[in-house]
């Protein structure tokens, strides 16, 4: 899966910009006049409006067709930041807000067209599991869904389904906001008792980044080890790497091929903003992130069985691949799958700055000692506070910029404590140095812990995990 959130990717420039928005429109017209299928028109349409809103916000005016971008003036308010209006650019290689609040995910639910995670299925997935709900959906950390009701419809009539997710692993080195989606899944695999299938794009990564397949698919094994230090079950939990995997397995290899004849050129160049200089594996590769969807992708674990419901919590920015799997599915035969969206983790400079594993200050890593940590958060952490204290006693903290404030609402398990939190540094009764110090005392046990857990991940675990395997589930 490409891993926007951790920002390794950078910006296009507004160049690059400009000429993707020509060729996006150049695309259009020709889809129009050769009455192409109105799906096809509609997410090319929908491609060229993103690139369009992508522009603005890094220029601080409207796309024109006869007008090439200039270099900002220094100085010059038209840059980054400029007006209210200026809209987030999210896809599966670049996140990119103007706002120090981060992306305004409203505005993305009604984009991407998914619905939001609301107090109502919240309360319906505390019946069905007879427990209170995790922390990320009590406090809409992931926050908006396709089709979970009816993933809840099937459970409360006993029939099966099962989880999906993935990681790119471009880099041996991974960071907390690497492990959202795992802490989550992890949770719902516990709570919903069903197996797992987790998904390394090693051939992804070897496609975008200048790796070597050895070296990709190197980070896929050392990353897997972090991946199983989050506690997974054995049992019940299949990690695959792309490389491996799809040599291994007929039935993984069919749907891919099967997805890949039922999705044209101009869809994937509409959807995901390929052009006509991009490598035909990247252009094939959507395909391979889709085929775990559907779960006779893995016989060795549902048998031939074509039916069983798949649920997919990822990153928002992953939704384009399963909007593209969604409009595929019934077209081969299959179930859609339903999904989860997370909101992006933010970099400790500020939700409007990009984690970069090559910046070890963006962010926390799994690695990071306890005195790194501490240092990180007290000289990296971006904060709400005000200049003088003074001033943050007579005005109060922002917890909505506050990055120390931002990652206790992912980690800190009590809600009340958050809440007094909250309030005593919105109040001024809190200082930036204190809330600081709170991160850290939640930071350091949790990442030591982590390592701990890691250490003993031989690898004899690993290859037990990536061995294709019945998993302790009846599919009969």
Same mark, same amino acid.
């Given at each position: ?110 984009? &991407? ?85 987790? %998904? ?14 050895? %070296? ?9 080890? !972090?991946?199983?230090?989050?506690? &997974? ?33 101009? %869809? ?131 917890? !909505? ?18 809440? %007094? ?52 589930? !009846?599919?009969?």
């Amino acid at each position: 899966m490409a891993d926007v959130p951790n920002g390794e990717q950078g910006c296009a420039s507004p160049l690059e910009l400009f000429n993707r928005i020509a060729a996006q429109g150049e695309l259009v017209r020709s889809l129009k006049a050769g009455k192409a299928p109105q799906d096809e028109i509609d997410s090319a349409v929908q491609m060229l409006l993103s690139l369009k809103m992508s522009y603005k916000a890094a220029m601080g005016e409207d796309y024109k067709a006869d007008c090439p971008p200039r270099n900002p003036a220094p100085g010059n308010d038209s840059g980054l930041g400029a007006t209210e209006a200026e809209e987030d650019f999210v896809d599966p290689w670049t996140v990119q807000t103007s706002s120090a609040k981060g992306i305004d995910y409203d505005k993305l639910i009604v984009r &991407f067209g998914s619905s939001k995670i609301d107090k109502e299925l919240v309360n319906r997935i505390e019946r069905a599991i007879g427990q209170k709900p995790h922390r990320f959906l009590r406090r809409g950390i992931f926050f908006s869904h396709r089709d979970m009701n009816q993933i809840l419809d099937a459970y409360e009539n006993k029939k099966p389904f099962y989880l999906y997710t993935g990681r790119g692993p471009s880099s041996e080195a991974m960071h907390v906001g690497h492990l959202i989606p795992f802490i989550f899944t992890k949770w719902l695999q516990d709570v919903f008792n069903v197996p797992l299938v987790i %998904q390394m794009t090693d051939d992804e990564k070897y496609l975008w980044k200048d790796l070597t397949l050895d %070296q990709a698919y190197g980070y896929a094994v050392e990353n897997a080890k !972090d991946i199983i230090a989050c506690g &997974f079950d054995i049992n019940k939990t299949f990690i695959f790497s792309d490389l491996d995997y799809m040599g291994a397995s007929p039935g993984f290899y069919k749907n891919v091929v099967k997805i890949q004849k039922h999705v044209t050129f101009n %869809q994937v160049k509409g959807i995901f903003g390929f052009t006509d200089s991009d490598s035909i594996g990247k252009i094939s590769f959507p395909a391979i992130q889709a085929a775990p969807s559907f779960s006779n992708s893995f016989p060795q674990i549902f048998g031939d069985k074509t039916d069983v419901q798949c649920l997919i919590p990822c990153a928002i920015d992953q939704d384009p691949y399963f909007r593209m799997t969604r409009d595929v599915a019934p077209r081969i035969g299959y179930p859609k799958p339903a999904l989860l969206h997370s909101t992006f983790f933010p970099a400790l400079q500020g939700a409007q700055t990009k984690m970069s594993a090559s910046d070890p200050n963006s962010s926390i890593f799994l690695t990071d000692t306890a005195k790194q940590i501490k240092t990180k958060v007290n000289k990296h952490a971006f904060s709400g506070g005000r200049d003088t204290v003074e001033e943050h006693r007579e005005f109060g903290g922002n917890c !909505d910029v506050d990055v120390s404030f931002m990652y206790l609402t992912f980690f800190l398990e009590d809600d009340d404590r958050l809440e %007094q939190i909250r309030k005593d540094y919105t109040s001024g009764a809190m200082l930036t140095g204190e809330l600081k110090k709170i991160l850290i005392e939640v930071l350091q046990p949790l990442i030591a812990e982590h390592q701990a857990r890691r250490k003993e991940v031989t690898d004899e675990i690993v290859k037990e995990f990536m061995t294709p395997r019945k998993l302790s589930y !009846d599919f009969q």
